[in-house]
């Protein structure tokens, strides 16, 4: 399957109903499920995501209902566990912005898209395992 998006991001749904895996694709060309790094070829429904040009801020914390340790970001973190100590993020507060969290470290494996608002637990933002390697803004292009 190919799939082009000539501007703008779009996240692909691997079911209906903007369910199932999430995958987040810029302006471009993918000629296969690959390169949107997806797990199989299924898009099932999708949706463009707004732009947005402002400033990005979110707060992460390592148990649920925004408890425990916290610490605040501003930009893109390649390798939660270096800069946050924990590889588990259970709870966080999305106040600026669109952020991209990914599975593994540098930005690979599923990808959730939070926006602006409070997650109490990693299923509000659709995933059932709270281990997030790596996070990024989603930044218009």
């Not at 501007?7 to 810029?26: D, F, L, T």
């Not at 946050?84 to 106040?95: A, E, K, L, Q, T």
């Amino acid at each position: 399957m190919t799939a082009w998006t000539l501007s703008g991001h779009w996240v692909a749904y691997e079911k209906p109903n903007y369910m199932g895996y999430q995958y987040i694709m810029g302006p471009g060309e993918y000629p296969d499920y690959h390169c949107w790094m997806g797990f199989n070829n299924c898009i099932r429904s999708c949706q463009m995501f707004p732009p947005y040009r402002g400033s990005y801020r979110m707060r992460i914390y390592n148990r649920p209902d925004m408890m425990g340790q916290s610490m605040e970001f501003m930009d893109d973190c390649p390798n939660v566990y270096d800069r946050f100590r924990f590889r588990d993020i259970y709870s966080c507060n999305i106040m600026e912005g669109y952020w991209i969290f990914y599975e593994h470290p540098n930005y690979r494996g599923r990808q959730y898209i939070l926006r602006p608002g409070e997650y109490r637990a990693c299923g509000d933002w659709g995933c059932h395992n709270p281990m997030v390697g790596s996070f990024r803004r989603m930044r218009t292009m």
